[in-house]
């Protein structure tokens, strides 16, 4: 079955440092794949997706390219803010078969503390 | 738009006891979700719907029942409560884009735990 795979934390970081959060996949068909992120106390908020393979999605200065040769969506940030400890969550979603019902399969999840 | 809300925010239940969590969006989505977050396990879907009278089960729906009576909420029950569901809980709703659902936007949580 579909199944996401993320890389353990936490990963701690110092101020302005580069970010990377690897995140590989298992599905059939062509996934719609997401990143998610979850700030303490707080639910899911949507940080970037990506539809088809080569598509790269991007905000607050996060980006994360579809790699379907690597099946790959890895998270990747220039310079990481105190303001971006949080935990971030790799995600696919089936979009094939006479079903389309969205269902998100989730990684395990990858808790991010930037020290000043 | 208050988007996606939960009620109630916290619950402490003893074993054996049923409970009612639920869920509300006012964005006049067709899709609704149940999710659970364990820790480690990141969130696995409990049951969804993809239309007002319409649920199906997730990849946990065991000792869970949900309803859609109405295109705006959602609610899952616990008939009777077990530590093993002791818990976060998300709601989450989308809207239909094209073929099938578009983004999913979650709610802040219900902190659940069995006694």
């Known amino acids: 079955g579909n199944s996401v795979t993320q890389m353990e934390g936490p990963v701690t970081l110092s101020e302005e440092a580069f970010l990377t959060i690897n995140c590989t996949y298992t599905?059939?068909?062509?996934?719609?794949l997401f990143w998610y992120v979850q700030y303490p106390g707080e639910g899911l908020q949507l940080l970037l997706k990506?539809?088809?393979?080569?598509d790269k999605g991007s905000n607050k200065g996060f980006e994360a390219t579809y790699r379907k040769e690597t099946t790959s969506f890895h998270l990747e940030k220039g310079s990481v803010q105190v303001s971006d400890s949080a935990v971030y969550f790799c995600?696919?979603?089936?979009?094939?078969?006479?079903?389309?019902?969205?269902?998100?399969?989730f990684g395990q999840g990858t808790t991010l503390q930037v020290k000043p | 738009n208050a988007g996606v809300t939960q009620t109630p925010k916290f619950r402490v239940l003893k074993t054996g006891q049923s409970m009612t969590l639920l869920c509300a969006q006012d964005?006049?989505?067709?899709?609704m979700y149940w999710y659970r977050q364990d820790p480690g396990m990141g969130l696995r879907l409990i049951h969804y719907?993809?239309?007002?009278?319409?649920?199906a089960k997730g990849e946990v729906p065991d000792g869970y029942n949900v309803s859609r009576l109405k295109k705006q909420n959602f609610l899952l029950g616990l008939e009777s409560a077990a530590p093993s569901q002791t818990s976060v809980y998300f709601c989450?709703?989308?809207?239909?884009?094209?073929?099938?659902?578009?983004?999913?936007?979650f709610g802040p949580g219900t902190r659940l735990t069995v006694l």
């Open positions: 989450a709703s989308s809207s239909l884009r094209g073929r099938g659902p578009d983004t999913q936007y």
């Open positions: 599905a059939t068909g062509y996934p719609s």
């Open positions: 990506a539809t088809k393979a080569d």
């Open positions: 995600a696919l979603s089936d979009r094939g078969g006479s079903s389309n019902t969205g269902k998100l399969i």
């Open positions: 964005m006049n989505h067709e899709y």
């Open positions: 719907s993809v239309g007002e009278g319409t649920t």
